[in-house]
């Protein structure tokens, strides 16, 4: 069946620091993934999404790349602010599953100044 | 401005009462899902619809009901036969990716959540 796993935080970086989280998915065929960020007390944003193999999905600095070859879906952001800090979900959708989607169990981010 | 709105934000239950979460949205979307979160875990889906008049349970239906006869709604009831309803109530909607519509990706938009609390 469809999964997918995501790095356990929580995470704790210093302002300006690299980062990145990892995601890997199990899925047949060619899925839509996604990050998704939740401030706290807020519900989930669509962060970025990329939709067949080798795409990248980029906003407000993140970056990610379908890598089919690996089932990854890497979240990266080069210089992490303190308004970055947040809860990352890693998630996946496919048609040949109803559009259902499948969400890893959330990587805490705090980055301190 | 379209999107997702969900009442009340907090909510506070009796043990025993039912409570009915509302989720409205005027995106258009015909799929509408509700998830529950509890700290430090991921979402859990409770029920799902993909069009009006119809809808499916998902991995944790127990103790909950819902309905769509409209396709800008979808509210839950939590019911007292939810033994351990306090969390954070997400509800989400999108319009589902078809696999020969390449750029409709099928995203999920969500509202800012509804927190019960049972006292």
């Known amino acids: 069946g469809n999964s997918v796993t995501q790095m356990e935080g929580p995470v704790t970086l210093s302002e300006e620091a690299f980062l990145t989280i990892n995601c890997t998915y199990t899925?047949?065929?060619?899925?839509?993934l996604f990050w998704y960020v939740q401030y706290p007390g807020e519900g989930l944003q669509l962060l970025l999404k990329a939709t067949k193999a080798d795409d990248k999905g980029s906003n407000k600095g993140f970056e990610a790349t379908y890598r089919k070859e690996t089932t990854s879906f890497h979240l990266e952001k080069g210089s992490v602010q303190v308004s970055d800090s947040a809860v990352y979900f890693c998630a996946l959708s496919h048609p040949n599953t109803g559009n259902q989607f499948y969400f890893g169990t959330g990587t805490s981010l705090t980055v301190i100044p | 401005d379209g999107g997702i709105t969900q009442s009340p934000k907090y909510l506070f239950r009796k043990e025993g009462q039912n409570v009915t979460l509302s989720c409205e949205q005027n995106?258009?979307?015909?799929?509408m899902y509700w998830y529950r979160q509890d700290p430090g875990q991921g979402l859990r889906l409770i029920y799902y619809?993909?069009?009006?008049?119809?809808?499916q349970k998902g991995d944790i239906a127990e103790g909950y009901s819902v309905s769509r006869e409209k396709k800008e709604s979808f509210p839950l009831t939590v019911t007292s036969a939810q033994k351990n309803p306090t969390a954070f109530y997400l509800c989400?909607?999108?319009?589902?990716?078809?696999?020969?519509?390449?750029?409709?990706?099928?995203?999920?938009?969500f509202g800012e959540g509804s927190r019960l609390t049972v006292l």
């Open positions: 899925a047949t065929g060619y899925p839509s």
């Open positions: 619809s993909q069009i009006v008049n119809d809808f």
């Open positions: 989400a909607s999108s319009t589902p990716r078809a696999s020969k519509i390449a750029a409709n990706t099928g995203e999920l938009f």
């Open positions: 995106l258009n979307h015909d799929a």
